[in-house]
């Protein structure tokens, strides 16, 4: 059965900390891999990535693909407390009609 | 346009009751999709529609019944459901074809069953 396992389940942080957050993936047919930031509502998309080696990079937020090893980073440097949330690592493949199967997910709590 | 809508927002309904949840998105998307997300978990797949057609049914009890009449807009027909089906449910829709399959999700329709 393809697995996403999402590490550390939870994490507090102080505001301006830079943090990592690990996904790993056991999958057949991989697609692509997507971070997703959920706080009280519906998840908003952040990164896809489908290369390996290729960082992907949006402001404080970075990302990138390891095909080899099977995982996944998301980087947030300078936290805000705005960055706190769910974090959500998803896998698509062509299995299941590219829909999305997550994984637990990370919380972060950034304090100020 | 570049959204995911959804209504209601909020629903009550109780075990014997007959309700709809709509989604709708003008982004000419081909493939659609409900997920349930339960408190404190990731949302996990219940369909999958591609082409207005049904892909995909996670094996989704028979009172959760979903339907696409056109390609933007995906329903789910609620019937003699159980508390424990209250979640948030989410739409969300894909391009189809080539490398770009973000999906993106509507807000979600919070449902509570009593």
New interface residues.
């Given amino acids: 059965e393809d697995k996403v396992v999402q590490s550390p389940l939870s994490l507090v942080v102080h505001e301006g900390d830079t943090v990592t957050l690990n996904c790993s993936y056991e999958v057949t047919n991989f697609?692509?891999l997507?971070w997703?930031k959920q706080e009280k509502?519906?998840?908003?998309?952040l990164f896809?990535l489908?290369s390996s080696g290729i960082e992907k990079k949006s402001g404080r937020l970075s990302s990138i693909l390891d095909k080899k090893e099977l995982f996944s980073i998301l980087n947030i440097t300078a936290t805000q407390t705005g960055d706190s949330a769910i974090y959500?690592c998803?896998e698509?493949n062509s299995n299941?009609?590219?829909?999305?199967?997550?994984?637990?997910?990370t919380s972060l709590l950034v304090t100020p | 346009d570049t959204e995911v809508t959804q209504t209601p927002k909020h629903l009550v309904m109780g075990m014997t009751n007959k309700k709809s949840l709509k989604c709708e998105q003008h982004m000419g998307h081909r493939a659609m999709y409900w997920y349930k997300q339960k408190a404190k978990k990731p949302p996990e797949l219940m369909f999958v529609y591609s082409y207005e057609k049904l892909s995909i049914n996670e094996s989704v009890p028979s009172r959760f019944s979903p339907e696409c009449p056109n390609s933007s807009l995906l329903n789910l027909h609620l019937h003699a459901l159980q508390p424990e089906d209250s979640a948030l449910y989410l739409c969300a829709s894909r391009v189809t074809g080539g490398l770009y399959n973000e999906q993106f999700f509507g807000p979600g329709t919070r449902l509570t069953v009593l």
């Fill in positions: 697609r692509s997507l997703y509502k519906a998840p908003t998309f896809m489908t959500l998803a698509s299941s009609g590219y829909a999305l199967n997550f994984g637990k997910g």
